[in-house]
């Protein structure tokens, strides 16, 4: 079976599924679109493969998904026969809950880093305000899991609720949003790029 | 903007955030044995700031001028203390033997710093507490019997305050979740407060 993902290098959710894709050691079709300034996924032919217009996509034998955290969430369940990245027991919730919110909250992230970077039209102060304020829950989240000895955002591994939260705080730099509030955060994300099998994307650093 | 890094001789330094050469943040760096290394070009600094390799010139030895910009750096009671003025010392607490205390969290408030203080001397931490000791940076409360907490005030800018607090006492460890637990509700209880001019 092969695994196709419609892909772009700078876009932080493309980059949440190439981590997963890497630390499953999957192989996979890596489809280079032109998002900028080529606007490619909004072109005819992609919108087929995902109305919405938006990265990443992928395409897993006959099945076609959109939405980086609803591709996280197929390729553990699929790839991921032992749980590791997402359990099946009692952190199941707990880690859909934080899933979603890497694909809510911390969005506003990406848009103030889309504004900043690319010249998207939008209220980046706003996207900057919640962007904080959506750090700052994770944080105190993160801060009572160090007090009580723990790493990880659920449980005592990574998970995909770790993979989907990571790279839109990595990169938030990029769009004024710096990390200087959120020393557990930058504990946390120390960690993550300690992984075994982690790789960067321009913008988060290679070097721990 | 600070850099604070610790080689593996142990001691936190404190530099300017800036790189000699090209202004990059030294923060973005990466430390490899008692060495800071830029993330730009990779220029090497020793502990006392000291630029001792350019990767690009291998056999060039940096000239005395290219040195990091530093700070007094002091590491007491699990908090590390600076002088932004330089010329004086840290200007830490004395509260005698560096022994037994913990960390509770660090948090940061967007207030100004006398706001956050006036608001930390009457905080219910979960018991009745007194101010055992007050300088411009730092707070000692007691709480219950038993446990003590120091809170460092940070002055960030005008109006944004980091706080950072240790504990020691009897019952210190068990309490660190319910202090850093309240500690969220002290920063939710300050911003809803209306700014005092």
Known sequence: MTITLYDYTLSGSCYKVRLLLNFLGLSYDRRQMNFYPGRQHKSPEFLEINPLGQLPALQDGDLILRDAQAILCHLANKYDADGHWLPRDERFGDVMMWVMFAGGELMNSSAARLHDALGYKLDVHAARTNAHAAFRVLEDHMTAREIAGRKWIVGDTPTIADIASFPYIALSGEGGIGHEDYPALRNWMRDFRRLDRFHAMPGVPEFV | ?197
């Not at chain 2, 993330?39 to 990091?68: F, M, N, V």
């Not at chain 2, 207030?111 to 006036?118: D, F, I, K, L, S």
């Not at chain 2, 607090?165 to 979740?177: D, H, L, T, W």
Request: hydrophobic share 40%.
């Open chain 2, 1 to 197: 903007m600070l850099a604070m890094w610790r080689g593996e001789d142990g001691p936190v330094r404190i530099w300017e955030d800036r790189c000699p050469h090209r202004g990059m943040r030294l923060s973005f760096g990466f430390v490899r044995g008692d060495a800071l290394r830029c993330i730009y070009h990779g220029w090497s600094y020793r502990t006392d700031g000291q630029c001792i390799e350019i990767p690009a010139h291998p056999e060039l030895t940096p000239p005395k001028t290219i040195c990091a910009s530093s700070y007094p750096a002091e590491s007491r009671y699990g908090i590390v203390w600076t002088n932004l003025e330089r010329g004086g010392p840290a200007p830490f607490p004395d509260l005698g033997p560096d022994e037994g205390w913990l960390p509770v969290r660090s948090l940061y408030v967007n207030r100004p710093a006398g706001q956050v203080e006036a608001a930390v001397e009457s905080f219910d931490f979960g018991a009745p507490s007194s101010i055992r000791l007050k300088n411009p940076s730092a707070i000692l409360l007691g709480i219950g019997s038993q446990m003590e907490m120091l809170l460092a005030i940070q002055p960030v800018n005008a109006d944004r305050t980091g706080l950072h607090a240790v504990v020691r006492g009897e019952n210190a460890s068990a309490a660190r979740a319910d202090l850093a637990r309240r500690m969220q509700h002290l920063r939710a209880e300050i911003e809803a407060e209306r700014e005092k001019k």
